[in-house]
């Protein structure tokens, strides 16, 4: 793409935001935030089998920061949690062109960043849980 169809994709995205909105049962959500300006961003995601099923986003800010939310959500769709965590500016990059990032890179990075921080979060809660179950069945073999 050259420059012109980079903006006019991002304007699309930004204008008809693809899985915009709140979801419900969502195995994970995260707000992040752009401290410099104050936009906004949630995401949410559901994960079957360490990858991701269903992906939403909603937020508030700027046309790069919400068009990025928009793009994210179609990149990651069916992508395992691994991939997702590969991903970086560079893939911004090539959904946004060189130009964009480069300029307004919080901005381009700020949906990604996000999912990512989203995906800690969703291996840091499991592994509580995990260890919270095998705190019990200890609790369970020491009073048997
Ligand atoms: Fe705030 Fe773009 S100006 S995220």
Do not use: W
């Amino acid at each position: 793409m050259d420059r012109q169809e980079y903006i006019e994709y991002l304007l699309d995205h930004f204008q008809n935001p693809r899985n915009r909105g709140r979801m419900e049962g969502a195995d994970v959500q995260l707000g992040g935030g752009n401290p410099g300006c104050g936009d906004l961003i949630t995401m949410y995601l559901k994960i079957d089998d360490d990858r991701v099923s269903e992906v939403s986003f909603e937020g508030e800010g700027c046309t790069i920061s919400q068009a990025g939310g928009s793009i994210v959500t179609e990149l990651i769709e069916g992508l395992t949690l691994d991939e997702i965590k590969e991903l970086g500016t560079h893939t911004m990059k090539e959904e946004m062109g060189d130009d964009v990032v480069k300029s307004r890179v919080r901005c381009a990075t700020l949906a990604l960043g996000t999912v990512q921080a989203a995906i800690d979060q969703y291996r840091k809660d499991r592994t509580l849980a995990a260890l919270s179950q095998d705190a019990k069945g200890l609790k369970v073999t020491f009073e048997n």
